[in-house]
C-alpha cells in the first residue's frame, strides 16, 4: 500500500440530484479519486472509494552517471492551482514542483479529475538544467484494491492494467506525447528501476507481464524523449482513464486528452457548463464570517471544506469515510485488500455530518443522516441474531459489514445527529417524526435495554451505560465519553419522542437523570494514583478526577484494563484520557464543575512520564506555544520508540507509543470556550486569546497541502526512517476526516461565542 501521509487529495465536485448521484448525459458524475504524498501520485481509486487501483505513479530520471526516482531524489513542494485573492483553495487541484536535490532536473505536475468522466488529468513539465536528462515514468497498478494479482501490458502508446478477474476494473495511461520506449515488468524483479539502475537505459522491452492470464506485483515503465541540452524543456498532458474494459477506458483516457487541460481543469473548478467546486464553496454562507475567527484568513478552513466533502462515495450518497488513507500504508501488505480508514464509522460520520451543519451546508447532512439507515442493525442483516437497533462498528460505503463491536456512543449519536438536523430546521416535525419511528426509536430503546447481540465472532449482552467497546474501540466498561453521548442520545431522543408522542419519552428522560446522577459512582475515582503536581502519590491522597474507563464501574479498585496495542493493561486510576471533556461539550456537566477541572489539571501536568503523559507542546507560526494531547496514557497505537518502525510493522511491541491525536487540542478549545462562558470571562480579548491558541494550534499542525493529519510526532523516542521533527504529521491516516470536522466546529464555536455541539435540552437536566 501507499504512504499514508498525503499532502493532497482530490475528486471533482458532483451535484446532488434528489438527494442521490445520478449520472446523466448532462451531469456525468466522476467516481474517481486520487492521492498525493511525498510529491508523487499516490492512492487513485476508481468505482466505490475504497478501490484502490494504483499504488504510485512517479517518474525515474537517467543522466550523466545517475538514476533518481522522484520520490527519492528531490525536494518536493505542493500549492493549490486555484485560489481566491486571499490565498484561500477553491479547488483540489494541486501544482507539485519537484526539484532535484543537486539541481540537475526539475518536474512541475498540475493534478485533478475530469468531471466528466471516470478519469484523472496530470499535467506535466519536465526542465533539464544539464544536457543528457531522460525522463521515464513509472506506474504500479494496484488494480480493485490489491497488488497481488495485476496483469500489465504495452498496447501502442496506451499503458494497460487489470486482473484475472472477470469482473476486474480495468486502467489506461495514456499521454499526449509518444513514448520512446516501454515495458511491462514485475516490481523488484524485471520492473524498470531494475533495468534502469544497471546501466541508465530501458533496455528491456516486455510487452506484457503474461501470457496466461497469470498476475502479480506489475509495473510499467515509459521512456520520453532526452532532453539534450541545458534549459531543455519536455511538456505533456497525461489521463488515467478507468473501465470495466479495455476499449472503454481507452476512450475515456483519450477523451480527457482530447479535452485538453484548460477545458477540464475549468469544468473541475466550475464553469457555465459545471458546477464546481468554487460553486460548493460559494454555497458555504458562513465561510467568510468564520475565517475572521482564523489565523490563516480561512486558509484551512476552506481546505477543510473541500476535504470533508470530497470523502463522501458517490454511489451511495451520503457514505462519509474516515480518511482517504490507510495508516502506515507504505508498511502494510497489499496482498489482500484492505479499507483501511476509507470506511464507515458513525462516531467519525457524526463529527463530519456536523462540520457540515457548522459551514452552512444543510444538504450533505440530510443525505447523510438517510443514510444511517443502511449501517444500523435489524433483524435482516445478514448473520445477525439479538437486539437490533444498534449501529454497526465498521462497514463498507455499500453497508458491506467489517467490525462488529457494539459501540454505545455509536448507536447515541444518530439520534443527536437527528435532532440537530431537526433543531436546524434541515428535517421537518413530519421528517424527524418519521425518522423517529423507521430508525431513531430503536437505537433510543437499545440505550435502554441493551440486549443479546450475536453477529459473526461478537456473542454477548450489552447491559448500558456498560460499552463493549469505548470511543478508541479497545476497551469494555463504563467510559466518560461514551456516557455523554448515551446521555445527550437519550434526552434528544425524549425530545423527539415528545413531538411523536410515544410515552417512551418519559423512559428516555428518566434513565438520562440516573445516568447523570451516577457519574461520579462510576466513573470518577477518589482513591486516585494521580495528581495534578507530581507523578504519583499515596493511594487515597489524589483530589477526585475522571478515568479513562472502569471495567466494572468502580473506579476505586485496582482492575486493569485489557491489553491494548502491544502495551499490557495497568491500574484504571493511572489512565488518563480527556474523553471527559464531552461531558461539558453536550452540556450533561458544567464546564466549572470541580473534579473536571481537576481531571483537566491532571491532563495538562508535563511532569508525567512520557507513557502516562498526554499533553505536550509545539511552537506555532506566531512562536508562541499551542497544545497537542494524546489519546490516553499508555497509548500504543503508533511508531515504535525504539525501532522507529512504523505501527505493527514488526508485530506489536511494549514499545509502540501513541503520538499526539489533533483534534484534542480542538476538544480541548471547545471547554476552554465553555469555561469562559460559564465563568463570565468571556471578552473579544479573552476569545482571541483562544483563538490564537487552539484554532492557530491546530492549524500548526496542518502539512504543507494543509492536510490534517491523525496523529504528530511528538519528540518521544526514534524519530523513525522520515525524521520527523516537532509537530510534523506521521505516516498515520492523512487527512483525518474527524480532525477537518473538529476544526470547523471549533472555528464556528468561536465564531458564535457557543459551542457547537452544546445540546440545550441536556444542559437543563442538570438545572
Known amino acids: 500500500m501507499a504512504f499514508s501521509g498525503k499532502t493532497g487529495i482530490g475528486t471533482s465536485y458532483e451535484p446532488y440530484l434528489n438527494g442521490q448521484y445520478q449520472d446523466q448525459a448532462t451531469n456525468p458524475v466522476s467516481k474517481v479519486w486520487f492521492s498525493v504524498a511525498q510529491g508523487i501520485l499516490t492512492e487513485t481509486m476508481f468505482g466505490l472509494i475504497h478501490n484502490a487501483q494504483l499504488k504510485e505513479l512517479q517518474f525515474i530520471i537517467s543522466g550523466n552517471g545517475f538514476v533518481d526516482t522522484e520520490k527519492d531524489n528531490t525536494i518536493s513542494t505542493i500549492e493549490y492551482l486555484d485560489t481566491d485573492d ?16 543537486e539541481g540537475k532536473y526539475q518536474i512541475e505536475k498540475h493534478i485533478f479529475t475530469d468531471p466528466d468522466r471516470n478519469s484523472l488529468m496530470m499535467n506535466v ?11 521515464h515514468l513509472y506506474v504500479n497498478p494496484h488494480i480493485d484494491n490489491s497488488g497481488a494479482n495485476d496483469i500489465a501490458f504495452v498496447d501502442g502508446q496506451a499503458l494497460v492494467a487489470h486482473t484475472s478477474d472477470t469482473n476486474s476494473t480495468v486502467m489506461t495511461i495514456k499521454t499526449d506525447v509518444d513514448f520512446v520506449h516501454a515495458s511491462a515488468g514485475f516490481v523488484g524483479t524485471s520492473d524498470g528501476i531494475i533495468d534502469l539502475q544497471d546501466n541508465g537505459k530501458l533496455d528491456s522491452h516486455y510487452q506484457t507481464t503474461s501470457d496466461n492470464n497469470q498476475g502479480g506485483n506489475a509495473a510499467l515503465t515509459v521512456q520520453y524523449p532526452t532532453l539534450a541540452k541545458a534549459n531543455d524543456s519536455l511538456s505533456f498532458n497525461l489521463a488515467i482513464g478507468f473501465a470495466q474494459d479495455k476499449a472503454s ?7 480527457t486528452l482530447d479535452a485538453g487541460y484548460d477545458v477540464v481543469k475549468q469544468a473541475y473548478l466550475g464553469d457555465e457548463q459545471h458546477i464546481g467546486w468554487k460553486d460548493y464553496l460559494a454555497s458555504l454562507t458562513p465561510l467568510p464570517s468564520m475565517s475572521a475567527n482564523t489565523t490563516d ?79 444500523q442493525v435489524n433483524q435482516q442483516t445478514p448473520g445477525f441474531a439479538g437486539t437490533p437497533g444498534w449501529f454497526l462498528q465498521k462497514t463498507h460505503v455499500d453497508g458491506e459489514i467489517e467490525w462488529v463491536g457494539v459501540q454505545l456512543d455509536q448507536t447515541a449519536m444518530p439520534i443527536m445527529l437527528g435532532w440537530k438536523m431537526w433543531q436546524a430546521g434541515v428535517l421537518t416535525d413530519a421528517e424527524i417524526t418519521n425518522w423517529y419511528q423507521d430508525m431513531l426509536k430503536p437505537a433510543a430503546d437499545f440505550l435502554v435495554t441493551g440486549g443479546k447481540v450475536k453477529l459473526d465472532w461478537n456473542e454477548t449482552n450489552i447491559t448500558p451505560p456498560n460499552t463493549q467497546q469505548e470511543r478508541w474501540e479497545e476497551q469494555a466498561g463504563f467510559s466518560p465519553s461514551t456516557t455523554a453521548a448515551i446521555i445527550a442520545g437519550l434526552v434528544a431522543a425524549s425530545d423527539i419522542a415528545t413531538l411523536a408522542k410515544d410515552a417512551d419519552a418519559s423512559t428516555y428522560l428518566a434513565l438520562a437523570q440516573t445516568l447523570q446522577s451516577q457519574l461520579e459512582t462510576s466513573i470518577v475515582t477518589t482513591s486516585g494514583l494521580l495528581s495534578a503536581t507530581e507523578a504519583a502519590q499515596t493511594e487515597g491522597n489524589a483530589a477526585p478526577y475522571y478515568v479513562r474507563i472502569s471495567p466494572n464501574g468502580n473506579p476505586n479498585t485496582a482492575d486493569k484494563l485489557l491489553d491494548n496495542n502491544g502495551k499490557p493493561g495497568l491500574d484504571q486510576r493511572l489512565i488518563l484520557d480527556g474523553g471527559f471533556l464531552e461531558l461539558v461539550r453536550y452540556g450533561v456537566v458544567d464546564a466549572q464543575d470541580p ?19 498526554v499533553k505536550y507542546e ?29 505501527y505493527a510493522e514488526n508485530g506489536n511491541t511494549e514499545d509502540q507509543r501513541g503520538r499526539v491525536w489533533l483534534f484534542f487540542t480542538g476538544e480541548r478549545g471547545h471547554y476552554e470556550l465553555a469555561l469562559a462562558k460559564a465563568n463570565g470571562s468571556l471578552t473579544p480579548d479573552t476569545k482571541q486569546g483562544l483563538i490564537n491558541t487552539y484554532v492557530q494550534g491546530m492549524e500548526t499542525f496542518a502539512n504543507q497541502g494543509l492536510m490534517l493529519p491523525e496523529q504528530a510526532w511528538d519528540g518521544v523516542g526514534n524519530p523513525t526512517r522520515y525524521n520527523y521533527k516537532m509537530g510534523d504529521g506521521t505516516n498515520s491516516a492523512t487527512p483525518l476526516a474527524w480532525t477537518h470536522a473538529e476544526y470547523v466546529k471549533l472555528v464556528r464555536s468561536m465564531t458564535d461565542e457557543q459551542v457547537w455541539d452544546f445540546y440545550p435540552v441536556v444542559k437543563q437536566l442538570a438545572q
Open 86 to 101: 486571499q490565498g484561500r483553495p477553491q479547488s483540489l487541484a494541486y501544482k507539485i514542483i519537484n526539484k532535484d536535490i
Open 297 to 375: 484568513n480561512g486558509k484551512l478552513l476552506y481546505t477543510s471544506a473541500l476535504v470533508l466533502k470530497a470523502q463522501e462515495d458517490k454511489t451511495h450518497a451520503g457514505a462519509l469515510i474516515a480518511s482517504l488513507s490507510n495508516p502506515w500504508g507504505d508498511t502494510v501488505s497489499a496482498k489482500v485488500g484492505s479499507t483501511g480508514y476509507k470506511a464507515v464509522w458513525p462516531r467519525d460520520f457524526y463529527q463530519c455530518a456536523m462540520a457540515f451543519l457548522a459551514m452552512g451546508d444543510t444538504q450533505t447532512p440530510k443525505v447523510a443522516f438517510e443514510y444511517l439507515k443502511k449501517v
Open 618 to 646: 509545539f511552537t506555532a507560526k506566531d512562536g508562541s506555544k499551542v497544545p497537542g494531547y494524546r489519546r490516553y496514557g499508555n497509548d500504543g497505537y503508533g511508531e515504535d520508540t525504539v525501532t522507529g518502525f512504523s
Open 595 to 613: 473534579v473536571i477541572k481537576n481531571s483537566v489539571m491532571l491532563i495538562d501536568n508535563q511532569q508525567l512520564e512520557d507513557n502516562l503523559r
Open 125 to 135: 513539465t519536465f526542465t533539464a538544467f544539464e544536457a543528457g536528462i531522460t525522463p
Open 249 to 255: 477506458s481507452l476512450a475515456t483516457a483519450q477523451a
